[in-house]
């Protein structure tokens, strides 16, 4: 089954910076979704970018997708303490969706 | 959208034991599933829970170890059965609404066996 791997692993950062995660993928899919998870809780979708589209916004977040390179990226921006967490990307090219393993992101106040 | 109940929320059980985790979604739902997450690692899927019919087991999971029912649309139950300090993980279910194509998940529940 194809699966998203993101990157980095972890990431630590000072409030108010940004924060970048990138995923990649090995097949073709129909869209791309990103989930956050806290502390080992259930997950909650933040955003899906379908596969014709080259960039997404909401909010602080910002999507892009690269189907060449078969790879995506999270941008958090003006990062808060509050956005301490997991991020995974998940993909579907059938349901259900599959998980990477997630970057683990650790805003500093 | 969906808001999805799970208990129990976490649990610490005995060596041989079983646990039946509930889930109950409060909107229409197509399909639910079960994930098991272990410390710190991506979440792996269980099976697909069928309303009405056997579960859908992924690779290396089995109906003995992992029944599942989903007896209507909106609610399932996982059971982990005869525990073992390697079933410690925190199993969440998840849930697809009708038209939809985003997972809405429980809240997950976390369970140590001793």
């Known amino acids: 089954s194809q699966q998203g791997e993101e990157d980095p692993q972890a990431l630590s950062i000072q409030e108010g910076e940004n924060a970048t995660m990138n995923c990649s993928y090995k097949?073709?899919?129909?869209?791309l979704q990103w989930y956050r998870q806290n502390s080992g809780r259930g997950l909650v979708h933040l955003i899906l970018?379908?596969?014709?589209?080259r960039e997404k916004h909401s909010g602080r977040l910002r999507v892009t997708l690269d189907t060449s390179k078969k790879s995506s990226s999270l941008l958090i921006t003006a990062s808060r303490a509050a956005d301490t967490a997991s991020y995974f990307c998940?993909?579907?090219?059938?349901?259900?969706?599959?998980f990477g393993k997630g970057t683990r992101l650790s805003v500093i106040a | 959208s969906a808001v999805i109940s799970q208990k129990p929320s976490r649990d610490i059980c005995q060596r041989g034991t079983s646990l039946t985790i509930q889930c109950q979604v409060d909107?229409?739902?197509?399909?639910m599933f079960w994930y098991r997450q272990q410390p710190g690692q991506s979440l792996t899927l269980i099976a697909t829970?069928?309303?009405?019919?056997?579960?859908?087991?992924e690779s290396g999971f089995v109906i003995d170890k992992f029944p599942i029912s989903r007896p209507n649309l909106t609610f399932s139950t996982l059971t982990v059965s005869n525990m073992s300090p390697e079933d410690s993980s925190i199993y969440l279910c998840?849930?697809?609404?009708?038209?939809?194509?985003?997972?809405?998940f429980g809240s997950g529940t976390q369970l140590s066996v001793l």
């Open positions: 998840s849930a697809l609404v009708v038209s939809g194509e985003k997972l809405f």
């Open positions: 097949t073709s899919i129909n869209n």
């Open positions: 970018i379908r596969s014709n589209e």
């Open positions: 998940a993909t579907d090219q059938n349901t259900p969706l599959v």
């Open positions: 909107s229409q739902v197509t399909m």
């Open positions: 829970a069928n309303q009405g019919s056997e579960a859908t087991y």
